[in-house]
């Protein structure tokens, strides 16, 4: 079953330093959707750990699978554009709606 149109939770504003967490959930693909988060149109990384100089400047972790974006210490850098794309390799994958979140 393709994925419908997930529900994106992105907090509007938060606070420097503060602990953030943005979620993303469509509860009828089947087999369960896999999330990619986009800033600003970007797609994000995942922190993979390989310890290269890029990496080291990712302050969030993502979770494909659960569709969670965890920022442990948000920075005024993490202001922008956000939004999810569930797909699950049945149809076409599905974006919620870009969400600002302003630090």
Do not use: H
Request: glycine residues 8%; neutral net charge.
């Amino acid at each position: 079953v393709a994925p419908t149109t997930p529900v994106c939770e992105v907090p509007s504003s938060a606070m420097t330093g503060t602990v953030v967490e943005l979620s993303c959930k469509e509860t009828e693909g089947s087999p369960p959707s896999e999330y990619q988060w986009y800033k600003n149109g970007v797609a994000l990384l995942e922190k993979t750990g390989t310890g290269s100089a890029r990496a080291e400047n990712i302050t969030y972790t993502m979770n494909k699978k659960s569709g969670t974006l965890l920022f442990n210490t948000v920075t005024k850098n993490d202001t922008g554009e956000y939004f999810c794309e569930a797909s699950n390799g049945i149809g076409l994958s599905q974006k919620c709606s870009v969400k600002r979140m302003q630090v």
